[in-house]
């Protein structure tokens, strides 16, 4: 049943526009860098943005920071919320649960093939700017890299460190994928799924800033997104990373669940 | 009696806000049948279907699919269902080829070598193999409808279940879907058929079941329930002659017409015209399906 899923995934046009969007605002942003010269100052903008114009490699790694706040929740929010309600639009949830597929079948390859979606944009998005950033941006020291605390990595480190930030970002995805999918079993519109997921977000980035949600920020979804930035410290901050990691396993457990309790006697009327 | 690939006891559906869609349905229809579902729309036929099929639960009753209790057993009972539910269903980016062939390869235990032969197979059967590379958002209704029913015919089932299944289908398409579902029975395929239209029940049915509001008013089939009533239709030229002829058999009489108490219609037919009362007509008299529906219908 994964197989199915993931065909499914790959021949929709709508993936590959979802990716090609994505891609859309980091490149506007390399051509902008490019022709102006203008990097925002160190410490302000996002993670890594201010070195980009030195070493170009790095942009791969700002455009993740570019898209991590909002681009890529929210397409993994329309992805994953199309998972059940977009087969019951379609008029194909009912003839793949006759042929029989298992319902906890159908939403374990659903969640699959949402976790492949962020890896392919992920991997899209990391490709696609580091083809800018070496074509486009500065290609100043092959030699290594300053870590944000200041000390040198070389370039293995570098790589692997990159390898790690991209992995996280994967992972930082789950929460959003898992609430995707519950509230796609709860509704037959696809798009008020991935409203609904959208909301959930925003709501998470509104008490984020709020100093009365002190007390809840730890257990929020978006609290930790952006840790991916201590991995490149010089020794590796992990604290906020297992955090953000364990947050995110958190989430999937709770709405995964939430799905199968969900949909596992649900009357399929349409 | 022989084998009931469906039977249900009791089978009731009361949706949350307490409407009841199916009340106390006992359905038994056996292998071999061509089974006229018959009932109004919103008289619960699909409730009953989906509840066949496992996708709708039961609040109370029991299912049997070939003996097995629905829907615990569906895994094992399923892959031996066709279905057509409520109109088909398909990913409209793809071909139909491509829609099939991916319905196929959710079954893992299959094999794939002859999957391309398969979905072949009933794409010609239900005519649809000029256009089976096209998307299927190009299609008409009918052409869903004719994938729809290739989909259920994938595994060579020996039961189908189809719900209206010539909605959308131009006269011709819908001759051809009943010659291709006649001629699958006659091959020994089970069919459950539900419709609302009276006219396609009584052409294709063995047996009939009647719901109403959500109650099975009648269930038999359907040579029983068109057996002769024992009066003669008599259309001849000849009517005074005729009336004092059978004086104290004539039921009704009309423009032309005579209805006839009579057990033996070629007696009857032998009787009149050695007499030289010339006949223009003259046959059995069968209560139409649509009599005996409504009947059934106003008597529950």
């Known amino acids: 049943m994964i197989r199915v899923e993931l065909v499914k995934l790959l021949t929709r046009p709508r993936t590959w526009i979802t990716i090609l969007a994505l891609n859309a ?9 490019a022709v102006t010269d203008l990097g925002p100052r160190p410490g302000t903008g996002p993670p890594f943005l201010s070195a980009v114009l030195t070493d170009g490699t790095l942009f791969p790694l700002a455009a993740l920071g570019i898209v991590l706040p909002l681009f890529l929740p929210v397409a993994v929010a329309v992805v994953g919320g199309d998972a059940i309600a977009g087969e019951v639009q379609s008029d194909t949830l009912r003839y793949l649960l006759v042929r029989p597929v298992s319902r906890l079948r159908l939403l374990v390859a659903k969640l699959v093939s949402v976790v492949v979606f962020v890896v392919l944009a992920v991997l899209a998005v990391a490709v696609v700017a580091y083809v800018e950033g070496r074509l486009l941006l500065g290609d100043a020291p092959a030699t290594g890299v300053v870590s944000v605390s200041g000390s040198t990595l ?4 570098m790589t692997q460190r990159t390898g790690l930030a991209f992995v996280y970002v994967v992972l930082a995805m789950l929460g959003v994928a898992a609430i995707a999918l519950f509230f796609s079993t709860l509704t037959d519109s696809a798009v008020g799924a991935a409203l609904g997921t959208i909301g959930v977000l925003v709501a998470s980035t509104v ?6 949600a002190d007390a809840i920020k730890p257990y929020l979804m978006t609290r930790h997104w952006l840790a991916f930035v201590d991995l490149f410290r010089d020794p590796i901050r992990w604290g906020d990373v297992v955090d953000g990691v364990l947050t995110q396993l958190g989430y999937l457990v709770v709405f995964a669940g939430a799905a199968w309790a969900n949909f596992a006697t649900k009357d399929v009327n349409r | 009696m022989s084998e009931l690939l469906i039977a249900t006891h009791g089978l009731t559906k009361v949706y949350r806000g307490g409407v009841t869609a199916v009340d106390h349905v006992d359905l038994e229809v056996r292998a071999g049948d061509v089974y006229g579902f018959l009932g109004a ?19 109370e009753g029991g299912i049997e699919l070939f003996g097995e209790a629905m829907p615990k057993a569906g895994a094992s009972v399923l892959p031996r269902v066709g279905a057509l539910v409520e109109g088909p269903g398909a990913y409209p980016h793809l071909s139909g080829r491509a829609n099939l062939t991916l319905l196929d390869s959710t079954d893992g235990r299959r094999r794939r070598g002859d999957r391309r032969r398969r979905v072949g197979e009933v794409l010609e059967q239900v005519g649809l193999d000029p256009a089976d590379r096209r998307p299927v958002r190009t299609y008409s209704l009918g052409m869903r409808q004719r994938l729809g029913l290739a989909s259920a015919l994938l595994r060579r089932p020996p039961l189908l279940v189809l719900d209206e299944p010539t909605n959308g289908l131009d006269p011709q398409g819908i001759r051809e879907m009943r010659e291709l579902l006649l001629s699958l029975n006659r091959a020994g395929t089970t069919i459950f058929l539900s419709s609302h239209l009276l006219a396609e029940i009584e052409q294709m049915s063995s047996r009939v ?10 269930q038999e089939d359907l040579a029983t329930l068109q057996a002769p009533t024992g009066l003669v239709r008599v259309r001849t030229p000849d009517l005074s002659t005729a009336l004092r002829l059978l004086d104290g058999q004539v039921v009704d009489r009309g423009e032309g017409h005579l209805v006839v108490r009579s057990p033996d219609a070629a007696a009857l037919n032998a009787h009149l015209v050695a007499r030289d009362v010339r006949v223009t007509e003259l046959g059995p008299e069968r209560r139409s399906l649509e009599e005996i529906v409504l009947a059934a219908s106003e008597s529950a």
């Open chain 1, 25 to 33: 605002l980091p490149t506007l942003v390399a051509v902008l860098l």
């Open chain 1, 154 to 157: 070389t370039q293995a480190e």
């Open chain 1, 207 to 212: 008490l984020l800033g709020l100093d009365a």
């Open chain 2, 41 to 59: 729309n919103g008289s619960g036929k699909t409730t009953t279907v989906r509840m066949l099929l496992g996708l709708v639960l039961a609040t």
């Open chain 2, 209 to 218: 079941g009647v719901l109403d509001r959500g109650r099975l008013v009648l």
